[in-house]
């Protein structure tokens, strides 16, 4: 990773991270619930573009 980037995860993906220099080293994290299973609205091919975008 280098400044500016993004990075994003799904749900029980393994991911972590860690600084490798002595700068300061600053993130955002965001949880949110796991989806319903049913009465909800899904956009599976939105979250594809996203993990792969072109």
Do not use: C, I
């Not at 599976?44 to 996203?50: L, M, T």
């Amino acid at each position: 990773m280098s400044a500016g980037d993004t990075v994003w995860t799904g749900v029980g993906a393994t991911h972590g991270f860690y600084a490798t220099s002595d700068e300061p080293l600053r993130w955002l994290e965001v949880q949110t619930p796991t989806p319903r299973s049913q009465n909800a609205f899904y956009f599976p091919k939105g979250w594809a573009r996203s993990q792969n975008p072109s």
